[in-house]
């Protein structure tokens, strides 16, 4: 599997084995290297140990990230995993394995990382980076698989490369544009501009009685803080911010009546003269998932601790 010079480049390479994985993303690697290429792999722990073992001593020029941890909110893959390290070699072209979906992920989060491989397009249209992405054609669903012809302009099965017909990124991401369902045993408060304070403190208060721990309770506050004045300044002035438990997970979601119209909000650091445009982008940080669901009806932001 070669890699041409070219601008941006996104596979979707599918993998069954142990065996084909590593045929499949060592070469990559070990090309990109003797091309003296930066070649970053995100991928979950035991992939990652995987590939370390089979690089040998090529894999201390390689930046390997946990994508089981780095990844677990998908909203947070690009600002902080793949954009963080091209935008680290602007002068170069890189090449990156990024592995975002294995068979353990939720079914809550696989919306968000469907989306996220759609926008990997956009947001890296016309830069100088390759992606590889593995699915493992073996323990995920028929479902999940066909979703990669999707979000990926370019398909690898059984070792060959080929353009696929499928591929429909903005579609993908409408696609998983979901309708959010609050639960009825979910606590809500409404606010504006004067209520601000007010429904942060309830909010923050009700997710510390629902178990939340205090390590975590700043950081709740601030993605309250964030997205609810994002809606009192963007969102038509006003909204609601609902909490409840899950079981597992605290989790809170901000409806008001504003757009978000471009998909990759919150996924792209602002302009640095930029005054705005982190709240989002801090939300994503902070939370261990993140789901939107936006229209012309209105804009709704869930995300979970």
């Not at 080929?162 to 998983?176: H, K, L, N």
């Not at 309250?224 to 899950?246: A, P």
């Not at 445009?277 to 939107?292: F, N, S």
């Amino acid at each position: 599997m070669t890699c041409a010079a070219q601008s941006f480049a996104h596979r979707a390479f599918f993998y069954r084995g142990v065996q084909e994985y590593v045929a499949g993303t060592v070469p990559f690697v070990q090309e990109g290297l003797a091309a003296g290429e930066p070649v970053a792999v995100a991928v979950p722990a035991s992939n990652l140990g995987l590939l370390r073992a089979e690089l040998g001593a090529s894999a201390e020029q390689v930046q390997f990230t946990d994508m089981s941890r780095a990844g677990r909110n998908p909203g947070r893959i690009i600002p902080k995993v793949l954009l963080w390290f091209a935008d680290a070699h602007l002068t170069e072209r890189v090449r990156i394995i990024g592995e975002p979906i294995w068979p353990a992920r939720t079914p809550a989060e696989y919306p968000a990382c469907v989306q996220h491989e759609a926008l990997i397009n956009k947001a890296f249209h016309g830069r100088n980076v390759s992606i590889l992405c593995p699915y493992d054609a073996v323990r995920l669903n028929a479902g999940r698989l066909a979703d990669a012809f999707t979000t990926h302009p370019v398909v690898i099965v059984g070792g060959r490369e080929e353009r696929s017909a499928a591929y429909d990124a903005d579609g993908a991401v409408a696609a998983f544009n979901e309708l959010l369902v609050r639960p009825r045993w979910a606590v809500v408060f409404t606010f504006d501009a004067d209520r601000l304070p007010g429904a942060r403190d309830l909010a923050v208060g009700l997710a510390k009685r629902l178990g939340l721990p205090g390590e975590r309770l700043d950081d709740f506050a601030l993605a309250v803080t964030e997205l609810t004045t994002n809606s009192v300044r963007h969102g038509g002035g006003s909204g609601t911010v609902s909490v409840w438990g899950d079981g597992t997970q605290i989790v809170c979601e901000v409806r008001d009546r504003g757009w978000l119209r471009d998909p990759l909000a919150g996924r792209l650091p602002p302009q640095r003269d930029s005054p705005g445009g982190r709240g989002l982008l801090t939300v994503h940080h902070l939370a261990d998932l993140v789901r939107i669901h936006t229209g012309p009806e209105g804009t709704t932001v869930r995300f979970s601790m």
